[in-house]
């Protein structure tokens, strides 16, 4: 693969950028906070700005290896700043694969907007990276998660039975994934 960083790229309606460690309030208060976000996800609530600050810092500081693809998604029309994040969470560069997950505030589900947030990343790895494989899961108790994938284009590949773990505990994971043939 041809990695290349987290680049600002854009959609229709959407800015994905790096994010910066002054978005740290506006991640608190969107989404890192909010238990109904975080519910299947491998990490708890924020418990304040500061642990979002932390992990900023994180990320930041990641921002200078090619391999490290982590996005702020921003609405053009919503002002500067993010209601989620989307980012490459697994890379095998062996095979060429992606592993992508994926967030946003509760006050922008249903929206299409993570849709839109993630076909213009998959078309990213695809066109930029030249990624063959990019995949994701949810916990099957999260179908939403999993219509976003479809909508996407990626298709279903099976559930492994306990398989995973989130803040609901051990789980099943359903694994979709799209291939650079596929499209």
């Known amino acids: 693969m041809r990695h290349?960083?987290?680049?600002?790229?854009?959609?229709?309606r959407l800015i994905l950028r790096p994010f910066s460690v002054d978005d740290a309030g506006a991640m608190y208060k969107n989404w890192a906070a909010d238990?109904?976000?975080?519910?299947?996800?491998?990490?708890?609530?924020?418990e304040d700005a500061d642990a979002s600050k932390a992990v900023l810092t994180e990320w930041v500081d990641s921002y200078a290896k090619?391999?490290?693809?982590?996005?702020?998604?921003?609405l053009k029309n919503n002002g500067p700043e993010p209601i989620g994040s989307i980012s490459a969470v697994n890379i095998n560069d062996d095979i060429s694969m992606i592993h992508i997950g994926y967030c946003i505030g509760r006050a922008w589900w249903h929206q299409g907007v993570t849709s839109e947030a993630l076909k213009t990343v998959i078309d990213f790895f695809f066109e930029k990276v030249e990624a063959n494989r990019i995949e994701s899961r949810h916990d099957p108790r999260n179908p939403h998660s999993g219509m976003v994938m479809k909508k996407?284009?990626?298709?279903?590949?099976?559930t492994l039975r306990s398989s995973d773990r989130n803040n609901q505990g051990i789980c099943d994971a359903r694994w979709y994934a799209i291939l650079k043939s596929d499209r």
């Open 4 to 12: 290349c960083g987290t680049q600002r790229i854009e959609s229709e």
């Open 35 to 46: 238990p109904e976000v975080t519910k299947f996800l491998t990490w708890p609530p924020h």
């Open 66 to 74: 090619k391999d490290f693809y982590q996005w702020a998604i921003v």
């Open 152 to 158: 996407c284009g990626m298709k279903y590949e099976g």
